[in-house]
């Protein structure tokens, strides 16, 4: 068995595991200031600070880089790729330092572990990226060939979380149809048919359901007005579609806790705007049903929001004549990622080369 460190970079906090020869995972959740974050032009510049808060937490815990056999991260927006797990090499770390695919936070796990590792000789990773692209060709159209639909999703939790429901059903992730729904900070639904992720919404594109920071999808014609109004930078703009869209923009907050506090108060728009949430995820798992086309085995609600039972008893109340709903609550993106490079490391899978 292997030592493995696992690198898990969100918009707001760095999840940190360490796997260890079959031992319990010991696993640690930074969570970063959000006004410290802010003070960072873009995301590659918060590089320096997050490698030195992970070295900080190692040295504590006394536990030297160059003890691990692997660095497995996150997977950062890079070309479009089949599943599976890559070898972090410089081809992509050309493209993540240049966000050629567009900036989230995890473009910053390959460039944090490759930093670490490269003294040490030790192999980096990154197991199913968010940019997974298992589209069918019918999926890709947009409406205008100015466009294309491409792919930017919870790909790592909504597999994890798909071959989970297909054990729990007794059968292969490759013979059933699902529809998963990952409730985050930002939400994607994706429909896995037999095995592939023929649609799913592009979660950072502005597509699908409004999140509690991002808007989804905005009426187009109303967005160009606001872009040529004169009245909002481009920057501004941006942020009402990510970081400052969604429950943010309605409400001022992010966490859904928060929301349900508010109506548990009384408060009648937040108890609009959390019901909202739920009827567009809804919305959109009947869109993600259609797009299956055959029987679909079961419907999945997963992520931080998925803990919340008034959020899945609105969703499940609006989807459950389309099949039975499995509720798996959070996340186990770590576990996802350290198995994919012990399936690399034990010769059970080959890492693919990204270039
Ligand atoms: N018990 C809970 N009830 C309701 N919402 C929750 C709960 N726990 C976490 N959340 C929400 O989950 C979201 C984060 O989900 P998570 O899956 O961890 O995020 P991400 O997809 O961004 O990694 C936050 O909006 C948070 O408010
Ligand atoms: C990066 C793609 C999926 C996504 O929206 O992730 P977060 O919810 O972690 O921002």
Redesign the pocket.
Known sequence: MYKILVINP??TSTKLAIYDKGKPPVENTIRHDIEKIRQFPNISSQLTFRKEVILEWLNNINVPVASFDAIVTRGGLVKPLVSGAYLVNEAMLADLRAAKYGEHACNLGALIAYDLAKNHSIPCYTVDPAVVDELEPVARLSGNPLFERRTTF?AL?QKAVARRAARDLGKRYDECNLVVA?????ITVGAHHKGCVIDVNNGVEGEGAFT??RSGGLPAAQLVELCFGGKYTKPEILRMIMGGGGVSAYLGV?????V?ELMEQGDKRAALIFEGMGYQVAKEIGAYTAAIGEKVDAIVLT???A??SK?TDLIIARVKLFAPVLVY???D?NGALAEGAIRVLSGEEVAKVYG
């Open positions: 969100g918009s919870h939790n990952h409730l985050g900070g930002g509690p920071e992010t966490d859904m806790r928060q349900e992520g931080g929001i803990y919340s959020m609550p959070g996340e993106e």
